[in-house]
């Protein structure tokens, strides 16, 4: 069985910083592109970044391009999204996510979403 699991969330000030966490199990991750989603309350699920299976490759949605760093470590079968400079808009619930094989924007899984609010 699959599963991603996401500690980590909570809450901070603006132009503070956090690091996101995501534990894969059930699956070989190094077979996984991974990535990062967040829906914030009244909105649609937004792509925040991706991270091919080489671990190098990145891709980052407008919204955090140059404020957010995604990072996976193989041997501990987690992905990270740093971000800093928090804005309050980047409140939201933030998903992991995985993909077999190349990252083309369709996971296979889910992570069950943990809360980031970011306050003013």
């Known amino acids: 069985q699959v599963q991603l699991v996401e500690p980590g969330g909570g809450l901070v000030q603006a132009g503070g910083s956090l690091r996101l966490s995501c534990v894969a199990s059930?699956?070989?991750?190094?077979?996984?592109?991974m990535a990062w989603f967040r829906r914030a309350p009244g909105k649609e699920r937004e792509f925040v970044a991706a991270?091919?299976?080489?671990?190098?490759?990145?891709y980052y949605g407008d919204s955090v391009k140059g404020r957010s760093t995604i990072s996976g470590d193989n041997a501990k079968n987690t992905v990270y999204l740093q971000m800093n400079s928090l804005k309050p808009e980047d409140t939201a619930v933030y998903y992991c996510?995985?993909?077999?094989?190349?990252?083309?924007?369709?996971?296979?899984?889910w992570g069950q979403g943990t809360q980031v609010t970011v306050s003013s």
């Open positions: 996510a995985a993909q077999y094989g190349s990252w083309s924007g369709a996971p296979d899984y």
């Open positions: 059930g699956l070989t991750f190094s077979m996984y592109a």
């Open positions: 991270i091919r299976r080489n671990r190098s490759s990145t």
